[in-house]
Nanobody, 127 residues
């Protein structure tokens, strides 16, 4: 049984930083892209960032580009999201996701094959 377990998150003032982690277990994640999504109250789940298995390619939503950084440690099957210069509009529940990227050469921003999801973690940014 594949599991993605998230940690991190919490509350911070605008301008602050938080780091999210997502550890995968129960399967082989060779060739799995990892991503972060977020869902604000009353809104749809939106793409935030993604990283391919090799770590060579990263993708970001325009709203977080330059402020958030996605990275991964394949030896630990873990993906991270470093969030800097946080804004109140970043407030949301954040979810990590994993999907087999083999055979897909497009942008991970549009990838729809994320098969596994974390439990979600709340990030609240106050002004």
């Amino acid at each position: 049984q594949v599991q993605l377990v998230q940690s991190g998150g919490g509350s911070v003032q605008a301008g602050g930083s938080l780091r999210l982690s997502c550890a995968a277990s129960g399967g082989t994640f060779w060739h799995y892209a990892m991503a972060w999504f977020r869902q604000a109250p009353g809104k749809e789940r939106d793409f935030v960032a993604a990283i391919r298995w090799s770590g060579d390619n990263t993708y970001y939503a325009d709203s977080v580009k330059g402020r958030f950084t996605i990275s991964r440690d394949n030896a630990k099957n873990t993906v991270y999201l470093q969030m800097n210069s946080l804004k109140p509009e970043d407030t949301a529940v954040y979810y990590c996701a994993a999907g087999d990227e083999r055979g897909y050469s497009g942008s991970m921003r549009e990838y729809a094959g994320y098969d596994y999801w974390g439990q979600g973690t709340q990030v609240t940014v106050s002004s």
